[in-house]
């Protein structure tokens, strides 16, 4: 055998008992692992750490193409470094003379790589192949172009400590370089740069500023239109194609979407669930782009609800899902529905955004199934309250204070 038969990722040197992960699939190596096979094509993320625990972890893309098998497959190269504890890159050819060394490759396929995929029969075999499907409908707008434009690097590489401008954290009284030798280095990520804050063109006022803040369409406009012609002009590598590149309106934002939501799930990176949060809060905040782009809005929902299916695969938790602590999420939907509540009633646009609803209308009964979470605006803000005593007082509640955008509670826009 002078090649694999299949397309193969082969780690060199890689140390036993350390934390390695592929995709949403985790586990401990072993000194005879020397990496997997038998891999589907798409894109993969595999990452390392030191030890099972919530310590550093550095990881990076790669791509199989769909041309590769099954008379073409993919062999990739990495080699373990000790000094950084990571994986970095290593030629064809170092990674051949390390295969020779270990008795060539039918040795090494046969006795030391693990199938992607376990045929064992059992139900973790059953939980591996969920997760498989799972990741394929949380990767589907990942292009190389995107890859390398967010990690502003062609290896794709990225670990926990990567971040992007805005999320730096500036601890008074250290520089930029002190601050690298007490964390180490902390690679800067390509970041949309979301200022939820000033939602408006440069150079608007009045009303055109109000309508701005209200209704955030212009912002997430000019980011897929920027991004849009960023992927189309990025130089050409090793795995792309045009029919891929050019994509529909806005799949540079899901792209992002999903690349972020899976480096928290896989890496646990602040900056990147800081990133994925600005991106909800930008989209669910939109009017005018939901009745121009109702395709981009039905695939969105259709991402989000996906994504929320495996929010429990991290550690702890994304983050609160209670009343309390989903405050976050549940207001946008909230504010969303709103949002195509009144685009419905609007003459002649209620059957452009049928998709949007029915979307909605799952990631509503998910979230209600999942979490208790209503999202109709059937409160009651101030009533009438029946005391143990049988004396009847008036009672205001200041909960959904931030909820409540109607009635009285709506807002005024006022000419100054």
């Keep these: 055998m002078s090649t694999p038969p299949t397309s193969t990722l082969v780690l060199l040197n890689l140390p036993s008992s350390i934390l390695c992960g592929i995709n949403l699939l985790t586990f401990t190596t072993t000194s005879t692992f020397l990496g997997i096979k038998n891999l589907p094509t798409g894109f993969h993320f595999l990452f390392t750490s030191p030890s099972a625990s919530l310590s550093l972890r550095d990881g990076f893309w790669f791509h199989v193409p769909t041309h590769s098998t099954p008379d073409t497959p993919s062999t990739i190269f990495r080699r373990w470094s000790p000094e950084n504890e990571r994986l970095v890159p290593c030629t064809e050819s170092e990674g051949e003379r390390f295969i020779k060394t270990k008795s060539g490759w039918k040795e090494v396929y046969e006795k030391n790589l693990t199938p992607y995929r376990q045929t064992t029969g059992t139900e973790n075999e059953t939980a591996e ?20 434009s967010f ?38 990520l390509g970041m949309f740069g979301i200022d939820l804050k000033r939602t408006w063109r440069e150079g608007a006022v009045g009303r055109e500023r109000t309508e701005g803040a209200r209704d955030r369409s212009w912002l997430l406009q000019d980011i897929c239109g920027s991004h849009q012609l960023e992927a189309q002009g990025v130089g050409t590598i090793a795995v792309r194609g045009a029919a891929e590149e050019e994509g529909r ?3 540079f934002v899901l792209g992002q979407m999903e690349v972020c939501f899976l480096m928290v799930l896989t890496l646990a990176n602040y900056s990147c669930l800081e990133e994925w949060k600005r991106i909800l809060a930008l989209v669910l905040t939109c009017e005018k782009a939901v009745r121009e782009k109702p395709d981009f809005f039905a695939d969105f929902l ?24 989903g405050a976050f999420l549940k207001v946008l939907l909230k504010r969303f529905k709103r949002t195509l509540g009144q685009i419905a009633e609007s003459k002649g646009e209620g059957d452009k955004v049928e998709d949007v609803k029915e979307e909605f209308k799952n990631v509503e009964k998910w979230v209600k199934d999942r979490y208790g979470w209503e999202l109709s605006d059937d409160f009651t803000r101030r009533g009438m309250l029946e005391l143990e005593d049988g004396e009847m007082v008036e009672m205001e509640t200041r909960e959904m204070e931030g909820e409540d955008e109607s009635g009285e509670y709506a807002p005024v826009v006022v000419e100054l």
């Design 129 to 148: 192949n969920d997760k498989e499907d799972a990741w394929k409908g949380i990767t589907g707008h990942i292009t190389p172009s995107l890859l390398t």
């Design 249 to 251: 309106w806005g799949d």
């Design 151 to 188: 990690t502003k690097s062609e290896e794709w590489n990225i670990s926990s400590a990567s971040s992007g401008v805005q999320d730096r954290d500036e601890i008074p009284g250290l520089s930029r370089e002190e601050v690298h030798d007490v964390i180490g280095e902390e690679k800067e």
């Design 302 to 325: 259709r991402l989000l609800k996906q994504q929320l299916k495996r929010t429990d695969d991290v550690e702890g938790g994304l983050f609160d899902m209670s009343d309390d602590g």
